[in-house]
């Protein structure tokens, strides 16, 4: 079989159909928050209170990230997958029941130390702060209010890696949409307070969040078998063997956290509203690696995981090389529209109320910064998951360790010149490192990843993004109009986006790329339901 047939094989379609669906119900929770941050640069703007609102958030966040989300997954699905195949079902609930109880008491603890130590944590971590009154006090309160957070969204993260461990991806993707309105109503409640009365409207909208994020996954894992009682953690090797790969996947996370927490320590030197401009500079950046690169991420695990412990080899690197065309396909085009496109899409989001015209200045040149590492971020996502699928968690934190080292010498050495985009540049760079020596790594241990294919992508890409570019670029002028009404401006911007994906679906279509077609049963999951039959061994 051809690599060119690869996106034809039974894992492939399976992949197509679960992205589909996990990109559409993500889509909905991304536009939310898109909604979600125009509400609060209106509200809190990128003075005082929203970089206090970012940097508490941030923290708890951090944490979440090592306990939380990926690591969770990387560790306890590939296990939870192969256990399943030798336990009963009863058995194989009772593991995750376990590991649940565990990561309670582990994010409850921590949860407990960083509330207590809010006032040292937020003096180490933003000294800048201080040198604007206030500023460190009212930092210091939102953490303490919102760190609970982390208890919830950890729990969350475990049911979530339970669903999608049986391949029930849709409530899990379906959860974020909890906390963006739980903030969305804060912010509603507090609208037209003063910024250091309203944030604390997006505070309580936080926690509620989390806690409703929780309890509507509840029911799914119930009926599933998963119990969300304490249970004794200890005495299950497969605990143990969770908990040793999970050790490596905290440094792992850990190593990743500090290149944003160094990043946002750099920031809190430079001028007021830095730490902002990189906090709406990364989300529009991670819109479209939410809507389509991590649902990809999300449900290549799983199957990897399952091709893996089959030792199906050949269809493990089939499915990679899918995923990372895919994500490239979409990703790419992105990219680019967000370099020519970034005053104007922050001007139209975000100035509004509270967010000036010099905060938009600022947001925008953070954009470009993060958008030229877009691929490479998408890129490291998914191949990090084919060594997650491999119960390999410790070559990704060598990795990340290596790649840390950059991105704080890129820090140290762009901050001067290019400010807050040099930080995020030194990001893009880091990542662009990592998924390099990734894709190294990975091909030593698992052969051929399909190169030769991966390249005429690229090109076929590389040809129809330039003929999108172009397009944009000349109308352009057309967007920016600061005598536009919202709506007019909104109308305007989603225009260009429109105009802008059709010059790249049709410059594709031009040159015959498999990536269309591919892209199209995405969103419609009209495979042939005989590409389903996985029987077919290597």
């Given at each position: 079989?051809?690599h060119?047939s690869a996106p034809?094989?039974?894992?492939?379609?399976?992949?197509l159909?679960?992205?589909?669906?996990?990109?559409?119900?993500t889509l909905?929770?991304?536009?939310l928050?898109?909604l979600?941050?125009?509400?609060?640069?209106?509200?809190l703007g990128?003075?005082?209170?929203a970089?206090?609102?970012?940097?508490a958030?941030?923290?708890?966040?951090?944490l979440r990230r090592?306990?939380?989300?990926?690591n969770?997954?990387?560790?306890?699905?590939?296990?939870?997958?192969?256990?399943?195949a030798?336990?009963?079902?009863e058995?194989s609930w009772a593991l995750?029941?376990?590991?649940?109880?565990?990561?309670?008491m582990?994010?409850g603890g921590?949860?407990?130390l960083g509330?207590?130590?809010a006032?040292?944590i937020?003096?180490?971590m933003?000294?800048?702060?201080?040198?604007i009154?206030?500023k460190?006090?009212?930092t210091?309160?939102?953490?303490?209010a919102v760190?609970?957070?982390l208890?919830?969204?950890?729990l969350t993260a475990?049911?979530?890696g339970?669903?999608n461990?049986r391949?029930r991806?849709?409530?899990?993707?379906?959860?974020?949409?909890?906390?963006?309105?739980?903030i969305?109503?804060?912010a509603?409640?507090?609208w037209g307070r003063?910024p250091?009365?309203?944030?604390?409207?997006?505070?309580?909208?936080?926690?509620v969040?989390?806690?409703?994020?929780?309890?509507f996954?509840?029911p799914f894992?119930r009926?599933?078998?998963?119990?969300v009682?304490?249970t004794?953690?200890f005495?299950?090797?497969?605990m143990?063997?969770i908990g040793?790969?999970m050790?490596?996947g905290?440094i792992?996370?850990g190593?990743?956290q500090?290149n944003?927490?160094?990043?946002?320590?750099?920031?809190?030197?430079?001028p007021?509203g830095?730490i902002t401009?990189l906090?709406f500079?990364?989300?529009l950046?991670?819109l479209t690696?939410?809507v389509?690169?991590?649902?990809?991420?999300t449900?290549?695990l799983?199957?990897?995981a399952?091709q893996?412990?089959?030792?199906?080899t050949k269809?493990?690197?089939?499915?990679?090389?899918f995923a990372?065309?895919?994500v490239s396909?979409v990703t790419?085009?992105?990219?680019?529209?967000?370099?020519?496109?970034?005053h104007e899409?922050?001007?139209t989001l975000?100035?509004?109320g509270?967010?000036t015209a010099?905060?938009?200045?600022?947001?925008a040149?953070?954009?470009?910064?993060?958008?030229?590492?877009l691929?490479?971020?998408a890129?490291?996502?998914?191949v990090v998951?084919a060594?997650?699928a491999?119960?390999d968690?410790?070559t990704?934190v060598?990795?990340a360790?290596?790649a840390m080292?950059?991105n704080i010498?890129?820090?140290?050495?762009?901050?001067?010149?290019?400010?807050n985009?040099?930080?995020?540049?030194?990001n893009?760079?880091a990542?662009?490192f990592?998924a390099?020596?990734?894709?190294v790594?990975?091909?030593?241990r698992?052969?051929?990843?399909?190169?030769?294919?991966?390249?005429?992508?690229?090109?076929?890409i590389?040809?129809a993004t330039?003929?999108m570019?172009?397009?944009?670029?000349?109308?352009r002028p057309?967007?920016?109009r600061?005598?536009?009404?919202?709506v007019?401006?909104?109308?305007?911007?989603?225009?260009l986006?429109?105009?802008?994906a059709?010059?790249y679906l049709?410059?594709?279509a031009a040159?015959?790329?498999?990536e269309?077609?591919?892209?199209?049963?995405?969103?419609a999951r009209r495979?042939p339901?005989?590409?389903?039959d996985d029987?077919?061994g290597?």
């Amino acid at each position: 079989m051809s690599h060119e047939s690869a996106p034809q094989t039974a894992p492939t379609a399976r992949l197509l159909r679960a992205a589909g669906t996990v990109g559409g119900l993500t889509l909905v929770s991304r536009v939310l928050g898109l909604l979600r941050d125009v509400a609060l640069s209106a509200l809190l703007g990128a003075g005082t209170a929203a970089d206090a609102w970012n940097a508490a958030f941030l923290l708890p966040n951090t944490l979440r990230r090592l306990v939380g989300e990926g690591n969770i997954s990387a560790a306890f699905i590939p296990v939870f997958a192969r256990h399943s195949a030798v336990r009963s079902e009863e058995e194989s609930w009772a593991l995750a029941s376990r590991f649940f109880t565990a990561v309670f008491m582990v994010a409850g603890g921590m949860s407990a130390l960083g509330i207590a130590a809010a006032p040292w944590i937020v003096s180490f971590m933003f000294p800048g702060y201080a040198e604007i009154p206030g500023k460190i006090e009212l930092t210091t309160s939102l953490t303490r209010a919102v760190f609970g957070y982390l208890l919830f969204i950890s729990l969350t993260a475990v049911v979530m890696g339970a669903l999608n461990a049986r391949h029930r991806f849709a409530a899990a993707a379906f959860t974020p949409v909890m906390l963006n309105l739980a903030i969305l109503a804060g912010a509603w409640f507090m609208w037209g307070r003063a910024p250091a009365t309203a944030v604390w409207g997006i505070a309580v909208g936080a926690m509620v969040g989390g806690i409703l994020q929780f309890l509507f996954l509840v029911p799914f894992a119930r009926r599933l078998g998963m119990s969300v009682r304490p249970t004794w953690p200890f005495g299950d090797p497969a605990m143990g063997e969770i908990g040793r790969l999970m050790v490596p996947g905290v440094i792992g996370a850990g190593v990743v956290q500090i290149n944003i927490l160094v990043g946002r320590q750099l920031a809190s030197g430079l001028p007021e509203g830095s730490i902002t401009s990189l906090y709406f500079a990364s989300r529009l950046n991670e819109l479209t690696l939410g809507v389509f690169a991590v649902a990809v991420a999300t449900v290549v695990l799983p199957l990897m995981a399952e091709q893996g412990a089959a030792g199906k080899t050949k269809r493990l690197r089939e499915t990679l090389s899918f995923a990372l065309r895919q994500v490239s396909a979409v990703t790419f085009p992105a990219a680019v529209g967000l370099i020519l496109l970034r005053h104007e899409i922050v001007a139209t989001l975000f100035e509004h109320g509270e967010f000036t015209a010099s905060a938009t200045a600022l947001t925008a040149s953070a954009v470009w910064g993060y958008a030229i590492g877009l691929v490479a971020v998408a890129a490291v996502r998914i191949v990090v998951q084919a060594f997650y699928a491999l119960r390999d968690t410790r070559t990704p934190v060598a990795v990340a360790a290596a790649a840390m080292l950059v991105n704080i010498a890129g820090c140290l050495l762009l901050r001067g010149p290019l400010q807050n985009a040099g930080i995020a540049l030194a990001n893009s760079i880091a990542a662009g490192f990592a998924a390099i020596v990734l894709l190294v790594l990975l091909r030593r241990r698992l052969g051929a990843l399909g190169g030769g294919v991966l390249v005429s992508s690229l090109l076929r890409i590389g040809f129809a993004t330039a003929a999108m570019g172009w397009v944009v670029d000349s109308m352009r002028p057309w967007v920016a109009r600061p005598d536009a009404a919202i709506v007019e401006g909104w109308l305007r911007l989603l225009a260009l986006v429109g105009v802008g994906a059709v010059t790249y679906l049709a410059a594709l279509a031009a040159v015959g790329a498999p990536e269309l077609s591919e892209l199209r049963a995405v969103g419609a999951r009209r495979l042939p339901d005989t590409l389903d039959d996985d029987s077919q061994g290597d």
